[in-house]
């Protein structure tokens, strides 16, 4: 299998149990999680050589988030010790009309305060085949920004598709500073996977669909994919569509661009939604194995990322646990959720 580098910040998610809200709650789950880290847990599962990079102070709290990734069998061994906090943040879990919700306290993590001297990407991204990153890293402070722009930089020199989950977060900064740092990072993006909100806010791109009101079909993308594909010369353009009828049921699909042909995923309806946190970052890894397993074959490498987020919708918590059989079983029709004995 292939070596897939990921970079980001890897938190702590304190929940209440179940459905509670966080003022009725006596008591929060700790569920270590993070945009590139769930990333690189599902390329493990998935049977690669997963490496994640951050920066995690030297205590015991910051060890939790370090087991996690261990756990899975993510190399941790380009993770640098040090700094005085690891990011928190809290997730109350939505039902029906009820959303989710989430309020962060990250500001001054180690990985917000992280300098270029920390990392040594030419040994990171060495006989690394693909990098991976999202627009969260960035958004935590201009020192992470910094941080991405190297660990792309070095990407490019050592020859490893890089791709970008855009992934606009606007309780950790606004569009106008997400614009001004995004776009000139994409010089360095192979591949670029967002939606709809993600494209408009962070890159200045808006689609014409409505994703609110159901409307989404591939029509509504293609000039949007067209235009991004030309500025910035990407190789892909990607777009999960997502269709939010309540907290617990949402239709998921996707759509891919090569330059030369759209290709729009199946459809599923997932009903009841168990955690959709973490969703996009299983569709990314699940795109990155498909790209690698299946080179030159895009729709089956989107069917194989839809079909893997699908299920990660079904799994508690940040990180999605699935095996590519199980994937591939998705992929074959297997939906009625029989017993396996």
Known sequence: MSKIVTL???MLRLSPEGCERFVQSSGFRIIPGGGEANVAVSLANFGHDSVY???????????????????????TGHIVRGGERIGLY???????????????DRA???????????????AVMEGAQWFHWSGITPAISDKAARVV?????AAVRHGVTVSV??????KLWTSEKAVSVMRPLMEYVDVCIGNEEDAQLCLGFKPD???????TDAAGYEGIFRRMAQEFGFKYVVSTLRESYSATHNGWKALIYDGKEFYQSK???????VDRVGGGDSFSAGLIHGMLKWPGDQARALEFAVAASALKHTIGGDMSRVSEEEVLSLMGGNTNGRVQR
């Open 8 to 10: 980001g910040e890897i």
């Open 53 to 75: 990079v951050t920066k995690l102070p030297a205590h015991e709290i910051g060890q939790i988030a370090l087991n996690s990734l261990r756990k899975y069998g993510v190399d």
């Open 90 to 104: 809290y997730a109350e879990t939505g039902a029906s009309m009820r959303p989710s919700k989430v309020i962060y």
């Open 108 to 122: 001054h993590s180690a990985m917000a305060e992280a300098l270029p001297e920390d990392f040594d990407f030419d």
């Open 149 to 153: 722009r190297l660990a792309c930089e």
């Open 165 to 170: 989950d855009l992934n606009f977060r606007k």
């Open 209 to 215: 669909a409505d994703v609110q009101a159901g409307r």
């Open 267 to 273: 459809r599923y309806d997932i009903d009841p939604i």
